[in-house]
């Protein structure tokens, strides 16, 4: 090779290599689903923080087709703190304000109502009928938060099995966090 033709070659090499990694890093994007997006609880919740204590996947699934019937708050709930919290969730029921409490020991997470036969947080006589929004004030070591959830049915059979059950309560063992 001439000594005019090298620094060409390399150019052409280093242009190449680098359109081959962008090319290799971005197909992922186009490749790979949004699996997210399949699953019907995590496209159709939302989330709040309220200082160390985290809320994901917030929904609530009704048992009746009307403001006044039960519902399970379907959640999942992580502590990243050193300590113990209780979490004060209120709520707007048919009849006035009504609180449900969820312990979230340290450094864990607990899941509520995710899957069938898990413990609930049953949220009685719902203000909110299913189609509309409930606010959920929710309250930990002097810190406050709202959020407006959806309220479901269980008309879908992915939703069928999440509804509330009569034997559920609010306590159950905690689940370590992963890496803590």
Known sequence: MTSTTWPVTRRAAAAALASAIVLALSGCVFVTPREELD????????????GSAKLRGLVIISDGSRAGSDGSLVLVALNDSVRDLVLHLTYA???GSRTAALDVPARSFVSRGTRPGQEQVILADLAAAPGGLLTLRVASAGRVARVDVPVLNGSLP???TLTPSPASTVGGAPSPVPGA
Do not use: C, E
């Open 158 to 160: 992915y939703y069928a």
């Open 93 to 95: 029921s048919a009849s």
């Open 39 to 50: 699953d019907p609880l995590v496209s159709g919740t939302t989330s709040v923080d309220v």
